[in-house]
């Protein structure tokens, strides 16, 4: 058990490791898991293998296939298909036939060639037959999995999912014929092909039966049920039933599956609670299942396939791509549907493999196993490895998944690319000021420091420190903090040149820039800067690159030993304040808040939404209660600013800040009171903001005697 227990650990962990190294370089996560699997496998390290873990993980197989059936059957919806159930029709049925005929006739004459003996026609025709007849199927599984991957919706999707559900029960009735032929072939005494396919339909025809009673029951148990958790445990025990039922009359669970949530998502109450519970249990199901594909592939069937492989590969591959595309030509399906559909039908696996199982286990065919084992093992592997990258071209191709969207301010760069770029000196820029200029005080008291280190952010730190300057009636001056070796390398001119940038942006906004050169450490230079000259608050400006957390001891040490507030800004890309976002967690950290805001909504007049995260179980009622609090602040505190709230249970924090970010220009928080071990313990929601956000972080750290006051 502890055996298991470990290899269940191995498969998740590296799975979702190769998904992520998948993902990075834009190919489907199915497709990490795979190799992941291969390279744990006998294939690979051989650290898994099928006697010690991989038949005792069997289970996990028969759960997924339930699940992956059960999701195909909710994409079936006949509302959203309408007018493409003709294209599903014609598609299905051509590439059906397409792929059969293709993979027939190249299978049998590759073997005529290769074999150069006579005599042996009807052996030859049997393997290509019944080649042929596995080559029907598709794989539901990887197809489902890159459909929920890009979050695709639209008529293609809806037509590859029916396709492919179409697609099994077609292989089945197809393998059922050639089964008949085959018999037929090796022992002419044989039962007619009549009696075959009808041996054929009634398998396709009882599990449909057994599908509509699982969906129906399912319908009458939900509602019945109101708590998910609850739902989740009745839906997958019916489900699990229902495939175990099929499984011991040897009936079909993949059509079982599809057409119970066929049935579910086709009632007129469309209660769909049930797919959504079953999509959050699911993931680990799925990265153990195509996991476990992959151990269960074997490399080396690629060089027992030979050239019959190779031919049956390709066959099939244009088999089914010109059969979807003739298909499309008679339903006069899009051309979208017509030139791409195809693709997506290349990946091939479990029920092709449940197919080979069968021949094996048949008596009368069984010799030929030991061909079309290695042979369509070898286009498991293939079409796994690749498939799944031409299912996601054609959703892409079709415009229905949620694939990147390429953002202005990344001036054409790919997501993973502009994040760098926008961190980095070149991405980071200054909108221009657009508001009126400001007047300083006529008699200004004290100063508001800012050191800055970089070009690239220097006329950015100068605007801010003279918007807080403007606030609290003082002026900005900008401190550099040389070594104290330089001391004496520079000359006068050389000095003045420095603050040339932030010189120019304050006295753009109508302030006069006052400025200092300290030969110190960092810390303790802007320290003695904000002592001296009677600071009222301090900007500092996090280092640019990739990692802005190696900057938090200097930032704690100032923050520790100044009697100001401290506001340190992460640059990402462009720097505007139209629009605001203040997270916070408790009504106390409003008073801390408050002066930058209203220092930005004096100068710039900006759209500020103030969001409380309250703990994931909160009432309704806390809710209104943290919402009215707030709104009473706001009428006291900034009066005639635009404002707005939001308040929220919030199941993660930083996933909740980050996704309301994406509708603002920066974010304003407060950081958390905790130093060293605490904040290793404990952790920092600041922080984290920090690394992760995309846009501009303001972080304001206020001394405790300053909150007192």
């Not at 903090?481 to 420095?498: D, F, I, Q, R, S």
Request: charged share 15%; hydrophobic share 50%; with cysteine.
């Amino acid at each position: 058990m502890n055996e298991v227990t470990f290899g269940i650990a191995v498969l998740l962990a590296t799975g979702l490791f190769f998904a992520k190294l998948a993902q990075l370089i834009r190919l489907p996560s199915v497709t990490g898991f795979i190799l992941a699997g291969l390279v744990l496998g006998p294939s690979g390290f051989a650290l898994l293998t099928m006697e010690t873990v991989g038949h005792r993980l069997d289970h996990f197989t028969q759960i997924a296939l339930m699940l992956i059936a059960f999701g195909i059957g909710e994409h079936i919806e006949i509302r959203k298909l309408g007018n493409v159930a003709r294209d599903v029709g014609y598609i299905s049925v051509v590439q059906a036939i397409g792929s059969f005929f293709l993979v027939t006739a190249g299978t049998l004459a590759t073997s005529l060639l290769l074999s150069g003996q006579e005599g042996i026609f009807r052996e030859q025709l049997t393997l290509a037959l019944l080649l042929g007849a596995v080559a029907v199927a598709t794989a539901p599984a990887s197809i489902l999995h890159v459909v929920r991957e890009l979050g695709a919706r639209g008529p293609l999707t809806s037509i590859i999912l029916a396709v492919v559900a179409a697609s099994d029960g077609l292989a089945i009735m197809t393998f059922g014929m050639a089964v008949s032929v085959a018999h037929q072939l090796v022992d002419p005494t044989e039962s007619s092909a009549l009696t075959s396919i009808l041996a054929s339909l009634a398998e396709i025809g009882f599990s449909i039966v057994i599908g509509i009673a699982t969906g129906l029951i399912i319908d009458v148990v939900l509602h019945k049920l109101h708590n998910r958790e609850e739902m989740l445990t009745a839906g997958l025990a019916l489900l699990l039933v229902c495939g175990e039922t099929t499984r011991m009359l040897h009936l079909s669970p993949l059509l079982a599956g599809m057409m119970a949530g066929f049935i579910l998502i086709n009632r007129a109450e469309r209660d769909v609670r049930l797919f959504r519970a079953i999509n959050g249990f699911e993931p680990p199901i799925y990265v153990l299942f195509f996991t476990l594909a992959g151990v269960h592939l074997d490399i080396g069937a690629l060089k027992s396939a030979g050239w019959l492989g190779l031919v049956y590969v390709l066959a099939r591959v244009i088999g089914k791509y010109f059969g979807s595309w003739l298909g499309g030509v008679l339903s006069g399906a899009p051309a979208v549907v017509k030139n791409y559909l195809g693709l997506a039908l290349i990946p091939q696996a479990g029920v092709a493999i449940g197919l080979v199982f069968m021949i094996a286990s048949d008596p009368k065919i069984s010799q030929w196993s030991t061909i079309i084992t290695p042979i369509v093992l070898a286009g498991v592997v293939l079409s796994e490895l690749i498939g799944p990258l031409f299912v996601r071209h054609t959703l892409e191709k079709g415009n229905e998944g949620n694939t990147e969207q390429l953002r202005p301010e990344c001036q054409g760069r790919p997501s993973r690319l502009c994040n760098r770029w926008l961190k980095s000196p070149d991405g980071v820029s200054l909108s221009p000021w657009e508001e009126k200029s400001l007047h300083p005080a006529t008699n200004a008291e004290g100063i508001v420091v800012f050191g800055a280190c970089h070009a690239a952010t220097a006329r950015a730190l100068s605007r801010i420190a003279t918007i807080l300057a403007h606030h609290y009636h003082a002026l900005p001056m900008s401190v550099r903090v040389l070594k104290k070796t330089e001391k004496g390398m520079h000359t006068e001119k050389e000095l003045e040149a420095m603050f040339l940038p932030e010189r120019d942006e304050a006295e753009s906004l109508g302030y006069p820039l006052r400025t200092e050169i300290i030969y110190d450490e960092p810390a303790s230079g802007l320290v003695s800067a904000a002592e001296y000259n009677n600071a009222r608050a301090v900007v500092l400006g996090y280092p640019l690159g990739r990692n802005p957390l190696v900057f938090q001891k200097v930032l704690d040490r100032v923050a520790a030993n100044v009697l100001c507030p401290v506001i340190a800004v992460r640059f990402v890309g462009a720097l505007t304040c139209k629009r605001i976002l203040v997270p916070f967690l408790f009504p106390q950290e409003l008073e801390e808040l408050l002066p930058l805001c209203e220092a930005f909504a004096t100068a710039s007049q900006p759209r500020i939404t103030f969001l409380q995260m309250l703990h994931a179980d909160c009432s309704r009622q806390e809710i209104m209660a943290s919402e009215t609090q707030l709104q009473q602040w706001l009428e006291v505190n900034l009066v005639d600013v635009d404002t707005s709230i939001r308040v929220e249970s919030s199941d993660s924090r930083l996933e909740t800040v980050l996704n309301a970010v994406r509708y603002h220009d920066l974010i304003i928080m407060t950081a958390a009171r905790r130093h060293k071990i605490q904040r290793i313990f404990f952790g920092s929601l600041a922080n984290s903001v920090v690394h992760n956000c995309k846009k501009p972080v303001f972080v304001i750290y206020t001394p405790q005697d300053v909150l007192l006051r």
